[in-house]
Nanobody
C-alpha cells in the first residue's frame, strides 16, 4: 500500500511559478513511474510528466516541455513538479500517482492513467490572466 500526499497548489497570475510536492510513504525499487497528471473540469485526465523511480528516465507532455520540471528527492521520499511560465490553460487539479510494478516506465506508459494503481488526493492549481 502506497500513500501519496500532494501539496503546493495555489492561485497565481499568468507567467508565475509554483512547485508542487508529493510525499510518498515509499518509493518502488523497480523501474516504475512516479507521475503527475492533471484534470480540468469537463476534460479527460492528462499525463503531465513521469520519472522512473529507479533510474533517470524522464518524460513530459508536449504541452509542458520547456516550462515544467519533474524531480525527486529520495531522502525525503518526495516527488516535485516545478512549474514556470504558467498559463491559464494549466488550470486543473493536479494528481501525483505511482505506477503498478507490472509496468516499466516508458514514453508509452508514463501518461496512461490505467498503468497507475496509487493516487494522491489532488492539489488545485489556478492560473488567471
Amino acid at each position: 500500500q502506497v500513500q501519496l500526499v500532494e501539496s503546493g497548489g495555489d492561485s497565481v497570475q499568468a507567467g508565475g511559478s509554483l512547485r508542487l510536492s508529493c510525499v510518498a510513504s515509499e518509493f518502488a525499487t523497480s523501474n516504475n513511474c512516479m507521475g503527475w497528471f492533471r484534470q480540468a473540469p469537463g476534460k479527460e485526465r492528462e499525463g503531465v510528466a513521469g520519472i522512473a523511480t529507479v533510474g533517470s528516465s524522464i518524460y513530459y507532455a508536449d504541452s509542458v516541455k520547456g516550462r515544467f520540471t519533474i524531480s525527486r528527492d529520495f531522502s525525503k521520499r518526495t516527488l516535485y513538479l516545478q512549474m514556470t511560465s504558467l498559463k491559464p490553460e494549466d488550470t486543473a487539479m493536479y494528481y501525483c500517482a505511482s505506477q503498478s510494478r507490472s509496468y516499466a516506465c516508458t514514453s508509452a506508459s508514463f501518461a496512461r492513467p490505467t498503468t497507475y494503481n496509487y493516487w494522491g488526493q489532488g492539489t488545485q492549481v489556478t492560473v488567471s490572466s
